[in-house]
């Protein structure tokens, strides 16, 4: 385990192997970018796979079997590695988000693994090679990150409008007529709306209070799990379009998995401005005063 990240001992033991796995993983990563690998083309739309998605994926893999070996395993590449004992308990492998940006040379991409019970994510790590930082959270205890526990971040109202992300399923058609109203709509009330490519990346960067929120579409269900309770564990709050709990299960269809995340304060705001998708009307979005 990094020097740099030492999870409180109230975390339990699947935590401390996520975070090993993961930045073992990353160890891994780190010096064969960016031109230490091979990639191909993997399904129809434009997607790839790196012969460093497979390498890493088998390294975390073979750490949690090694110290949990009765769990279920469903890994980015390889699907279900192990059925488990019926308990539950599913841990979701996604060895290198961002292997579109790896292949064109950019530097953002991240080690995502997460530890579901009956669906609902119950650990989350987060470890981004290039800089050896890792986040990690458990249910109930926190978010915490190369300094510690991360608390809630307020960010000053800014007139230009809040900081967003985007992400969307690769199984979304580019002319998917909601997909294009929301991202419409968020590019035109928002500062800028980022599309990372890397989904965990985002969840990171909404946990630490770099960015304002998050809006999915039917998001994939690998990387959810952990980028979500990364969030929610830092203060952040997480809603379906229509504004009812999300709570990021990795199972059933990705219809289910369309969301907003934001800040509390934020988020009343940014609900409403999706919920205009539905109307065609896309109402001015003034930032919300935030308590002092």
Same mark, same amino acid.
């Given at each position: 385990?990094?020097?740099?990240?030492?999870?409180?001992?109230?975390?339990?033991?699947?935590?401390?192997?996520?975070?090993?796995?993961?930045?073992?993983?990353?160890?891994?990563?780190?010096?064969?970018?960016?031109?230490?690998?091979?990639?191909?083309?993997?399904?129809?739309?434009?997607?790839?796979?790196?012969?460093?998605?497979?390498?890493?994926?088998?390294?975390?893999?073979?750490?949690?079997?090694?110290?949990?070996?009765?769990?279920?395993?469903?890994?980015?590449?390889?699907?279900?590695?192990?059925?488990?004992?019926?308990?539950?308990?599913?841990?979701?492998?996604?060895?290198?988000?961002?292997?579109?940006?790896?292949?064109?040379?950019?530097?953002?991409?991240?080690?995502?693994?997460?530890?579901?019970?009956?669906?609902?994510?119950?650990?989350?790590?987060?470890?981004?090679?290039?800089?050896?930082?890792?986040?990690?959270?458990?249910?109930? &205890?926190?978010?915490? !990150? @190369? /300094?510690?526990?991360? =608390?809630? +971040?307020?960010?000053? $109202?800014?007139?230009?409008?809040? %900081? *967003?992300?985007?992400?969307?399923?690769?199984?979304?058609?580019?002319?998917?007529?909601?997909?294009?109203?929301?991202?419409?709509?968020?590019?035109?009330?928002?500062?800028?709306?980022?599309?990372?490519?890397?989904?965990?990346?985002?969840?990171?960067?909404?946990?630490?209070?770099?960015?304002?929120?998050?809006?999915?579409?039917?998001?994939?269900?690998?990387?959810?799990?952990?980028?979500?309770?990364?969030?929610?564990?830092?203060?952040?709050?997480?809603?379906?379009?229509?504004?009812?709990?999300?709570? &990021?299960?990795?199972? !059933? @269809? /990705?219809?289910?998995? =369309?969301? +907003?995340?934001?800040? $509390?304060?934020?988020?009343?705001? %940014? *609900?409403?401005?999706?919920?205009?998708?539905?109307?065609?009307?896309?109402?001015?979005?003034?930032?919300?005063?935030?308590?002092?």
């Amino acid at each position: 385990m990094s020097p740099n990240h030492r999870p409180p001992a109230d975390l339990d033991p699947e935590c401390r192997t996520a975070v090993a796995a993961a930045e073992a993983a990353g160890a891994l990563l780190r010096p064969r970018f960016p031109d230490g690998f091979a990639a191909r083309p993997k399904g129809e739309n434009g997607d790839v796979v790196t012969d460093l998605d497979l390498l890493a994926e088998r390294l975390v893999v073979d750490r949690i079997r090694e110290d949990f070996p009765h769990d279920r395993i469903l890994a980015e590449e390889s699907g279900d590695t192990a059925a488990g004992d019926g308990s539950g308990r599913t841990w979701l492998v996604d060895p290198l988000d961002g292997s579109n940006n790896v292949v064109i040379g950019l530097p953002v991409y991240v080690v995502g693994i997460a530890l579901c019970v009956d669906a609902l994510p119950v650990v989350g790590v987060v470890h981004e090679p290039l800089t050896g930082r890792t986040w990690s959270a458990v249910r109930g &205890a926190g978010t915490h !990150g @190369p /300094d510690g526990r991360l =608390t809630p +971040v307020r960010r000053p $109202p800014v007139p230009a409008g809040p %900081l *967003l992300a985007w992400t969307q399923g690769h199984a979304v058609r580019r002319d998917d007529p909601t997909a294009r109203a929301l991202r419409h709509t968020l590019e035109l009330r928002s500062r800028r709306l980022l599309q990372l490519w890397a989904p965990l990346v985002a969840w990171t960067m909404l946990a630490r209070g770099d960015i304002d929120g998050f809006v999915g579409y039917r998001a994939e269900a690998i990387d959810l799990p952990a980028g979500a309770l990364l969030a929610r564990e830092a203060g952040v709050t997480l809603r379906h379009l229509d504004g009812r709990d999300f709570p &990021a299960s990795f199972t !059933g @269809p /990705d219809t289910d998995r =369309t969301f +907003v995340a934001a800040r $509390p304060e934020t988020l009343p705001r %940014l *609900l409403d401005l999706v919920a205009t998708t539905a109307t065609g009307s896309v109402p001015a979005l003034s930032p919300t005063p935030r308590p002092r």
